[in-house]
């Protein structure tokens, strides 16, 4: 099992900043993917960012390329999510995901451990 604990919501006007943690315990030897999915309200859960724990390849959704970053800390089985230039329709409850799957998927249902979430609100 994979305990994911995120941690570093909250309320910030558009164009501000914030930064998402994201803390795995257990297992975590056993999760190739972490992975940053949100849902707003009255939408599904979508994919935002994912990150390969043996070479760091990073991925993400065309929406917030360029305006988000993730990286890890292997030493601290940490994964974060920075966010920059914040818009009103980044708002939404944000998931962090461990997969242990070789190759890295996209999809929710890939993922196989969840936190229980952090809200980001963007003001405008």
Same mark, same amino acid.
């Given at each position: 099992?994979?305990?994911?604990?995120?941690?570093?919501?909250?309320?910030? !006007? #558009?164009? $501000?900043?914030? =930064?998402?943690?994201? @803390? /795995?315990?257990?297992?975590?030897? &056993?999760?190739?993917?972490?992975?940053?999915?949100? !849902? #707003?309200? $009255?939408?599904? =859960?979508?994919?935002? @960012? /994912?990150?390969?724990?043996?070479? &760091?390849?990073?991925?993400?959704?065309?929406?917030?390329?360029?305006?988000?970053?993730?990286?890890?800390?292997? @030493?601290?089985?940490?994964?974060?999510?920075?966010?920059?230039?914040?818009?009103?329709?980044?708002?939404?409850?944000?998931?962090?995901?461990?997969?242990?799957?070789?190759?890295?998927?996209?999809?929710?249902?890939?993922?196989?451990?969840?936190?229980?979430?952090?809200?980001?609100?963007?003001?405008?």
């Amino acid at each position: 099992q994979v305990q994911l604990v995120e941690s570093g919501g909250g309320l910030v !006007q #558009a164009g $501000g900043s914030l =930064r998402l943690s994201c @803390a /795995a315990s257990g297992r975590t030897f &056993s999760s190739n993917t972490m992975a940053w999915f949100r !849902q #707003a309200p $009255g939408k599904e =859960r979508e994919f935002v @960012a /994912a990150i390969r724990w043996s070479g &760091s390849r990073t991925y993400y959704v065309d929406s917030v390329k360029g305006r988000f970053t993730i990286s890890g800390d292997n @030493a601290k089985n940490t994964v974060y999510l920075q966010m920059n230039s914040l818009k009103p329709e980044d708002t939404a409850v944000y998931y962090c995901a461990a997969d242990r799957s070789y190759y890295t998927s996209l999809a929710t249902s890939s993922y196989d451990y969840w936190g229980q979430g952090t809200q980001v609100t963007v003001s405008s």
